[in-house]
């Protein structure tokens, strides 16, 4: 999409009439065309600031003070928060392979750091997460609605599953088993009174003080899978996941006319379909 607001803008005039050859300074503009071009800058190269800690001899007393350097600038050489930043964010938000963070890191910003900078910058970006997570854990804990979920992954060399809560703007990470205890070491979902929205595992049963719900992805997932095993005998599965289906779309359409419910006349059809699917299972 064209930008309003270039940082660049050239004007190509034509300086004489391309049928009469006649001088055009001056004349009137009959139409313009905006055509633009997105261009990066050569690659950026580090800023080193160099502090020179002096020691000064006090001619008075004869006693040496030292100078101060400022805050965070404690060794010989260190990198700065931007500098960090782009580590963290190419290796936690990109998924990049420590190695190839250094080397996206040298092409990109002509900065040359070794793999364990890269991995002490990602570990100060967790120490620092504290305040972050615990605010996260509040907002989650007062929505009306949030969905919750577990997926296996390689975590500190072994299997672990990594839990979520979640709305769509708010999202929580933990890992752990699947037990109950892990599930509610998150901080989330015990206690909580809104509506939860899972799958069918029985790990969350525990969590009586919410209203549960069953996810629709999951839900759709499962009737498509006994459909597809045998289409001809498990025709309710299929009239089932479009009830669903029918209901996800009048619920959209209702939200992005700023309506929080559906009518009676949406309401029986859903009733109805939902009854048809079952009449054919």
């Known amino acids: 999409m064209l930008v309003d607001d270039p940082d660049e803008r050239v004007s190509c005039r034509p300086g004489s009439c391309g049928t009469c050859a006649g001088d055009l300074a001056g004349a009137s503009v009959f139409a313009r065309q905006r055509r633009q071009v997105i261009e990066l800058p050569d690659p950026i190269r580090p800023h080193v600031t160099e502090y020179v800690v002096e020691s000064l001899l006090c001619a008075g007393c004869g006693e040496v003070t030292c100078g101060e350097a400022p805050d965070g600038v404690a060794g010989r050489l260190q990198y700065g928060p931007g500098a960090k930043a782009r580590m963290v964010y ?35 970006a967790v120490d620092r997460l504290g ?19 577990e997926t296996p992954a390689w975590v500190d060399g072994g299997w672990k599953y990594v839990h979520v809560a979640c709305t769509d703007m708010l999202t929580l990470l933990h890992a752990g088993s699947r037990s109950k205890a892990d599930i509610d070491a998150g901080g989330v979902l015990s206690g909580f009174t809104g509506v939860l929205v899972r799958d069918g595992y029985a790990g969350y049963d525990h969590i009586t003080t919410a209203a549960h719900a069953e996810c629709g992805a999951h839900l759709l997932r499962a009737l498509k899978g006994v459909h597809e095993a045998a289409p001809a005998a498990q025709q309710w599965a299929e009239a089932m996941a479009n009830t669903l289906l029918i209901a ?34």
């Not at 305040?131 to 979920?149: C, E, K, M, N, Y």
Request: glycine letters at 6%; aromatic letters at 6%.
């Open 90 to 124: 190419l290796r936690g938000a990109q998924y990049l392979p420590f190695v190839r963070t250094t080397h996206a890191l040298d092409v990109l910003c002509g900065m040359r750091v070794a793999p364990g900078t890269v991995l002490a910058a990602v570990r100060e």
């Open 131 to 149: 305040p972050f997570i615990d605010r996260v854990r509040v907002l989650l804990r007062a929505q009306a609605v949030i969905g919750a979920d």
């Open 248 to 281: 996800k779309k009048m619920m959209a359409e209702a939200a992005t006319a700023g309506r929080r419910t559906l009518d009676e006349a949406q309401v029986r059809f859903i009733r109805s379909a939902y009854a048809g699917a079952r009449a054919v299972a």
